[in-house]
């Protein structure tokens, strides 16, 4: 199974509602990433959170990082139709690579 | 200015046929990444170039070769293409790895 997998693996939600993505990965991490992919687009990098952090805020976004249970979550709050993407949790564990999980498809309904 | 620029961003060919893509970024990152993405949204890496110095280089068939003229340039040459190559390519960059990926808007690649 992949470094990082999210969980679930689509949301379906209304506008103004928040949206709450988890990312649970397997190895010992320096930082762990979010990015958004909008449909037939690359994807753009939201936030980071150092292994020794615990919260970190970006506008409407919210991550928090459990490393004692390997785990990360993406809080959307009052989500917009524009939010619709797909959402992938990536994990640096040092060197130059980064392991990308399967993403989150999330649709908001206007 | 497009950061990370790729081209072409859709190619079809045929089987066996052999097809390059390119990559050029303009933000003065000194590595650059190919990532494979397939039908279900996973994201693999291919290849790292540092300074134009292959770093990583995963479990790829040897059909594909990345070359990197300089730092700011890095291609992906694929030969023989076979239908199971049919997939999103993308390219990417970072200043350090640890700070996180610019990503080129991706070619996707349909091999009939």
């Known amino acids: 199974s992949q470094q990082g997998e999210e969980d679930p693996q689509a949301l379906s939600i209304q506008e103004g509602e928040n949206a709450t993505m988890n990312c649970s990965y397997k190895t010992s991490i320096n930082n762990l990433q979010w990015y958004r992919q909008n449909s037939g687009r690359g994807l753009v990098h939201l936030i980071l959170i150092r292994s020794n952090e615990r919260e970190k805020h970006s506008g409407r976004l919210r991550v928090t990082l459990d490393t004692s249970k390997k785990s990360s979550s993406l809080l959307i709050t009052a989500s917009r139709a524009a939010d619709t993407a797909s959402y992938f949790c990536a994990s640096y564990t040092g060197g130059f690579k980064t392991i990308f999980g399967a993403g989150t498809r999330l649709f908001v309904k206007a | 200015d497009t950061a990370v620029s790729q081209t072409p961003k859709y190619l079809v060919t045929q089987m066996g046929n052999d097809k390059s893509i390119k990559c050029e970024q303009n933000?003065?990152?000194?590595?650059m990444y190919w990532y494979k993405q397939d039908s279900k949204k996973f994201l693999k890496i291919m290849f790292s170039?540092?300074?134009?110095?292959?770093?990583i280089n995963e479990t790829v068939p040897n059909r594909f070769s990345p070359k990197s003229p300089d730092k700011a340039h890095l291609n992906l040459h694929i030969n023989s293409l076979e239908l199971g190559d049919s997939a999103v390519y993308f390219c990417?960059?970072?200043?350090?790895?640890?700070?996180?990926?610019?990503f080129g808007s991706g070619t996707r690649l349909t091999v009939v």
């Open positions: 170039y540092n300074n134009k110095e292959l770093i």
């Open positions: 990417a960059s970072s200043q350090e790895s640890s700070f996180g990926y610019t």
């Open positions: 933000l003065g990152h000194d590595t």
